[in-house]
């Protein structure tokens, strides 16, 4: 979901080999070959030719289930030693989510999941949100299968980073090395 967000352009100015990969690319963004059309579970990215991935604010986007096939992917595409980092990794006391009005109950949010309406966004088709049980049973121990490793991360130190920090969690999940 890097397709109106300036980090890869960053990135690139700083000397890293930076890409951009979302289902679709603000035109403002277009005309950079490293932003990407494509979708981030099925990417034509070589086997074992990442060194490292970053999410902000995507990865609870990702519908049904393609938040498990992203794993997959990553395990194919990344080096041996390679790291992922989601950022944040949203969280709640039960599994649910929110969608925004014309997306609301027609079938978008997960079958177990709780889900809010939120009238103040457009284009929300379902955010999810996990619950601890539900953040083992369908991302961790998925990780564990790949052979990943994972740590989750808890930012105890939000307020000091400013009062609009919403940044609870973080996972950051690695390809062992050979």
């Known amino acids: ?18 890409y951009a990969i979302d289902l679709s690319i603000n035109p403002a963004f277009k005309s950079l070959d490293y932003y990407m059309a494509m ?6 990215f070589t086997s074992n030719s990442v060194d490292a991935m970053s999410l902000q604010c995507a990865y609870e986007m990702f519908l049904g289930d393609s938040d498990r096939e992203f794993l997959d992917e990553c395990q194919r595409i990344l080096k041996p030693g390679g790291v992922v980092v989601i950022s944040p990794l949203y ?12 997306y609301w109950g027609k079938g978008y949010s997960d079958v177990e999941a709780v889900d809010y309406i939120r009238r103040d966004i457009r284009g929300i088709p379902f955010s ?7 953040l083992k049973q369908r991302i961790l121990d998925r990780l564990s299968e ?3 490793q994972f740590v989750v991360y ?4 939000k307020v000091a980073l400013g009062r609009n920090i ?5 996972l950051k999940f690695t390809k062992p090395p050979i």
């Open 128 to 134: 999810r949100k996990y619950s601890a049980k539900t």
């Open 39 to 44: 979708d981030a579970t099925n990417t034509t």
């Open 166 to 170: 919403y940044c609870h969690f973080i």
């Open 154 to 157: 808890r930012l105890d130190n």
């Open 1 to 18: 979901a890097a397709g109106s967000s300036p980090w890869a352009r960053i990135l690139r100015t700083h000397g890293t080999n930076a």
């Open 91 to 102: 969280m709640h006391t039960h599994h649910c989510g929110y969608s925004s009005p014309e």
């Open 146 to 148: 790949l052979g990943m």
